[in-house]
């Protein structure tokens, strides 16, 4: 089956999508992760790449739906929802979920940690940071997935379409 910018059963590349470029967008879990061993100031910078990231591609989906629309009825809209479906999207599971759900999984560990360990506090926060990594590849697809069903559920069905999804 032919995806969305396949011609002819060759599917394109996306840049944000396909290529090591997405792992921009889990800057964020990674400066959770590390949280406890780097200034907060890090951790802050990391949002900025993610958000960078988010942007990137809600512009670039926009650029793409201008082209494919042309100059027909209702480009406006389409662009749009295309623009406001990918920055949400990925606004919310690439950044906004991935990122409070490290977070909360590290200050637990360490708070675990320190109550039932007499490890060193060193020890406790590379533990920490190394829960938060491995935890990364662990959320992404269910996060990913949860995020498809509530836009499906809502901002999706305003205009119509399920085409605009990342």
């Known amino acids: 089956m032919d995806g969305p910018g ?5 599917r394109k590349v996306d ?3 396909d290529t090591w470029v ?3 967008g889990y800057a964020n879990e990674v400066g959770e992760a590390f949280r406890a061993l780097v200034p907060v100031g890090l951790v802050w910078a990391s949002y900025g790449i993610s958000t960078a990231y988010v ?10 739906a201008a082209a494919t629309h042309g100059d027909g009825p209702g480009k406006t809209l389409k662009v749009g929802a295309a623009v406001v479906d990918t920055f ?4 919310l599971a690439s950044v906004a979920i991935p990122g409070f759900t ?14 039932t360990t007499r490890w060193p506090l060193p020890m406790r926060k590379w533990t920490t940071t190394a829960i938060g990594l491995s935890a990364i590849p662990v ?3 269910p996060i990913d ?22």
Do not use: M
């Open 6 to 10: 396949s011609a002819a059963g060759v």
């Open 15 to 17: 840049i944000y999508r």
């Open 22 to 24: 997405r792992f921009l």
């Open 55 to 64: 942007t990137a591609d809600a512009v670039d989906k926009g650029r793409k």
């Open 88 to 91: 949400i999207w990925q606004a």
């Open 102 to 115: 490290i977070n909360r999984l590290c200050a637990a560990s360490l708070f675990l940690l320190g109550k």
């Open 139 to 141: 959320i992404i697809t």
């Open 145 to 166: 997935r949860s995020v498809d069903f509530l836009l499906d559920s809502t901002l999706r069905k305003l205009y119509g379409t399920e085409q605009h999804k990342p």
